[in-house]
Each structure stands twice: as structure tokens, then as C-alpha cells.
Nanobody
Framework: VQLQAFGGGLVQAGQSLALSCAASGRAFSINTMGWYRQAPGKQRELVAEVNSGGSANYADSVKGRFTISRDNAKTVVYLQMNSLKPEDTAVYYC?????????WGQGTQVTVSS
């Protein structure tokens, strides 16, 4: 499975940004796609994920501000980020999990200025 992420960039606090990630290669009917992030000096953490059944899970820090969705037909996952805060600044990584295997996309930088 190959993952290609799109989006990211520099925005001011309070603004919005959208990320997307497309999976290609071998397809698994049961899978979870999501986003993790890693800020400088910190561990990589879950931001949000959604499984192939549509159930989503969010980090407490982004609940109510971020929305994850997916297009199963295109195997694309989206992350709409609203009301961004400086503490959301990090490299965001797309993630695909299935049957014990984990795949990562290249990171994309999100920077939120105050």
C-alpha cells in the first residue's frame, strides 16, 4: 500500500486547512485510515482515524475542530481542520492499518502562526 498526502501549509490561528491522503496498491476491504502528527521534540500522536465502516476516533485535543472523512471507492481520507491553533503545528502523517500491517505516507507540514 502506498500513501500520498496532499495539503498542509502555513495559516494563521483560527483559520482552516484541509489534508487528503490517497492509498494505492493492494486493497484491503477492512482497514483504518487516519492521521497522526509529530511536533518537534514530541512523540507521534493520533489525530483522527476512521475505519472502513465509517466509525471515527479523534484525539481529545482536536474534537469539535477537526473532521475526518473517507471515500472508500477512491480509498481517500480527508482531514478538515478548523479553528487551528499554534499547538496544532506539526508534521502530519497519513496512516493505513489492516490485518496487522501498518503503512505510512510521507509527512506534510502544518504550521499555525499566532
Amino acid at each position: 500500500v502506498q500513501l500520498q498526502a496532499f495539503g498542509g501549509g502555513l495559516v494563521q490561528a483560527g483559520q482552516s486547512l484541509a489534508l487528503s491522503c490517497a492509498a494505492s496498491g493492494r486493497a484491503f476491504s477492512i482497514n483504518t485510515m487516519g492521521w497522526y502528527r509529530q511536533a518537534p521534540g514530541k512523540q507521534r500522536e493520533l489525530v483522527a482515524e476512521v475505519n472502513s465502516g465509517g466509525s471515527a476516533n479523534y484525539a481529545d485535543s482536536v474534537k469539535g475542530r477537526f473532521t475526518i472523512s473517507r471515500d472508500n471507492a477512491k480509498t481517500v481520507v480527508y482531514l478538515q481542520m478548523n479553528s487551528l491553533k499554534p499547538e496544532d503545528t506539526a508534521v502530519y502523517y497519513c496512516n493505513y492499518r489492516t490485518q496487522g500491517a501498518i503503512y505510512w505516507g510521507q509527512g506534510t507540514q502544518v504550521t499555525v502562526s499566532s
